[in-house]
């Protein structure tokens, strides 16, 4: 069974700091989705990665991929009060012989930025 | 605005009784997947369905039901409602049956309310 887990799971910090969300998966998987959600609403994709080494940057976000240790990061430059919701990588488990696939989610980082 | 539709938004009703969520997919996408959000268990991954057909199963219980109809939309049916089942329920969509390398497109949500 894939686990997929983030740590932490609650992040408080003031604006204009730094911070690394890490996201930890279970099994070999080379496609990782980060997520946004703000409170009672939907689920807003930020981030696809799709290879190990992979790097993308949005903004104040910036994700990461390393295949090798399963592991992603999410790092946040310089937050803003702007960037407060609930963040949410996941990893996909493509059953090819099915022609079927499924995102398994972290529990999800409740981000608070701080003025 | 993700193109994906919910309808209802909310739904209180009692135990034991029976509801029906619809979702309509993004013009174009053909699989519909259905997840369900507790504070608890997170984001769990129910069931997929490509262009009418069932493509994989997560964590769906037995007295839930999804089908998805020639025009694409997608309904989940719940039935014998406990108060566990109180939560918020997303549809997603995509073109593929597999994972496309592409993220899935989340609607709004409905929030079912058991009581």
């Known amino acids: 069974e894939l686990k997929v887990e983030q740590n932490p799971l609650f992040l408080s910090m003031q604006e204009g700091k730094n911070y690394t969300i890490y996201c930890n998966y279970s099994t070999t998987s080379d496609r990782l989705y980060w997520y946004r959600q703000d409170p009672g609403k939907s689920l807003e994709s930020l981030f696809v990665?799709?290879?190990?080494?992979a790097v993308k940057q949005e903004g104040r976000l910036m994700a990461s991929l390393d295949t090798k240790a399963r592991l992603s990061t999410l790092h946040i430059t310089a937050a803003v009060h702007d960037l407060s919701a609930t963040y949410f990588c996941a990893v996909d488990m493509e059953d090819s012989g099915a022609g079927s696939y499924q995102l398994t989610f972290g529990k999800g980082t409740k981000l608070s930025v701080i003025p | 605005d993700s193109g994906v539709t919910q309808t209802p938004k909310h739904l209180i009703t009692a135990t034991g009784q029976r509801v029906t969520l619809r979702c309509s997919p993004r013009?174009?996408?053909?699989?519909v997947y259905w997840y369900q959000q507790s504070l608890d268990q997170g984001l769990q991954f129910l069931i997929q369905y490509y262009n009418g057909e069932e493509r994989a199963k997560g964590n769906i219980l037995e007295r839930f039901s999804a089908q998805q109809f020639p025009d694409l939309h997608s309904e989940l049916n719940l039935s014998s409602l406990e108060l566990g089942d109180s939560a918020l329920y997303f549809c997603a969509s995509s073109p593929f049956a597999g994972t496309g390398y592409s993220p899935l497109h989340f609607g709004n949500g409905t929030r079912l309310t058991v009581t």
């Open positions: 013009s174009g996408d053909l699989s």
């Open positions: 990665l799709l290879s190990n080494g």
